[in-house]
């Protein structure tokens, strides 16, 4: 799994992405930002000449989600 995060910037998607939920304020915030992250790098990516990657949005979700799951729990065990 370790090599399959490095070998492209899949790693870059989902830490930044856990980045942007921990920082969201609701699961709506950290989906709809989550979401709209993903589909504008992927979007950069095909101007750039590259093909969407649903790997890359995946990761990209799956980290918002991560990330405010961490907040979530966080803030209500205080």
Known sequence: MFKWLTDSNRWKHLVLAIC???WANSWYCAGYAGVGVASALEYKDMLYGNNWDLIDWLCTVAGATIG????FMLINNN
């Open 20 to 22: 942007i939920g921990l």
């Open 68 to 71: 405010y799951a961490v907040r």
